[in-house]
């Protein structure tokens, strides 16, 4: 009598210390799909403003060429003196600014880096953080994480014969971001004079 009495002490401590351990699996496993979903959340949230910042840089650029078609005839030109072009190989920023050529402040980035280990020295300069108003601007007024980091290329377009489209540049709007990891994202789009003659 005795012996059965232990027998069945020693089984329900055994099913309570399975019980405690598949619990604990259980809500290990939990954690981990709550914590993924979390991380996965940020990226998507961090991929769509990086998307958008890319395809706002792009409409600026498009505009520019539209109007200097209507103004002033010359659709690689950045001001309305005609002395600043386009220049394929080279990285720019551009982003809105009343007060400048179609209120858009356009500089070309001279010491172009892009990689982890510039992200605090050469990409400081176009790295954009959100201002007072909201806004996704160059001038950080204070650290934000992630940064987002935004820059133009503009570079030829060749033929299928690998010969240069005189009237064809071909832009990249690339935003980078870091955060458990070096992500970006690009947006390409080749503009044209579709006035020539």
Sequence with gaps: MKNNTCSKSAVSLLEVM??????????????SVVSSTLRLNEYNKNFIIASQLAREQMEM????????????????ALDASWSNFWQTGNYYTVQNTPGYF???DIQQIP???????????????????????NKYRYDCETDVTPGFYRYLFVDE???????????????????????????????????TDWQRR
């Excluded at 399975?18 to 954690?31: D, E, H, K, N, R």
């Excluded at 280990?117 to 953080?129: E, F, V």
């Design 18 to 31: 399975v019980t405690i351990t598949l619990f604990m699996v259980g809500l290990v496993s939990v954690y």
């Design 61 to 76: 650029v498009s505009h520019i060429r539209d109007y200097n078609f209507v103004n002033i005839r010359n659709w690689k």
């Design 102 to 104: 179609l209120d858009l």
């Design 111 to 133: 010491d172009f880096a892009e990689w982890e280990s510039y992200l605090t020295t050469n990409m400081a300069s176009y790295k954009m953080c959100l201002n007072s108003e």
């Design 157 to 191: 377009v060749r033929d299928e014969f690998g010969n240069r489209e005189p009237d064809a540049l071909k832009f990249v709007s690339r935003v980078i971001w870091y955060k458990w990891g070096y992500e970006q994202t690009d947006i390409s789009l080749i503009l």
